[in-house]
Nanobody, 115 residues
Framework: QVQLQESGPGLVKPSQTLSLTCTVS??????????WSWIRQPPGKGLEWMGS???????SYGPALKSRTSISRDTSKNQITLQLSSVTPEDTAVYYC???????WGQGIQVTVSS
């Protein structure tokens, strides 16, 4: 069974960098044709795809956050990491990691940006 688990701080100060980790179990992040996405949902708003790391290591980013987003991976730990720089209160959201084509999602992690 594939499981995804997000982890990281729940509170980040404005202007800092938000860093979250997604630990995948039950599947390898280098598995052929798998793309591992970060998605967020601000309060009262819809889901926003932030970007993904593919099985080959290729990375794609959504246009709205591309300039502030970095997605990396650690294959030895089977983890995908999200970094979002220069955060503001508008980046407050529930952040999810997901394998969309397999329809597997993590439970999500609430991140609040506040001083």
């Amino acid at each position: 069974q594939v499981q995804l688990q997000e982890s990281g701080p729940g509170l980040v100060k404005p202007s800092q960098t938000l860093s979250l980790t997604c630990t995948v179990s039950g599947a390898s992040i280098t598995m052929n044709a798998a793309y591992w996405s970060w998605i967020r949902q601000p309060p009262g708003k819809g889901l926003e795809w932030m970007g993904s790391k593919g099985y080959s290591g290729a990375t794609s980013y959504g246009p709205a956050l591309k300039s502030r987003t970095s997605i990396s991976r650690d294959t030895s730990k089977n983890q995908i990491t999200l970094q979002l720089s220069s955060v503001t209160p508008e980046d407050t959201a529930v952040y999810y990691c997901a394998w969309l084509s397999g329809n597997y999602w993590g439970q999500g992690i609430q991140v609040t940006v506040s001083s």
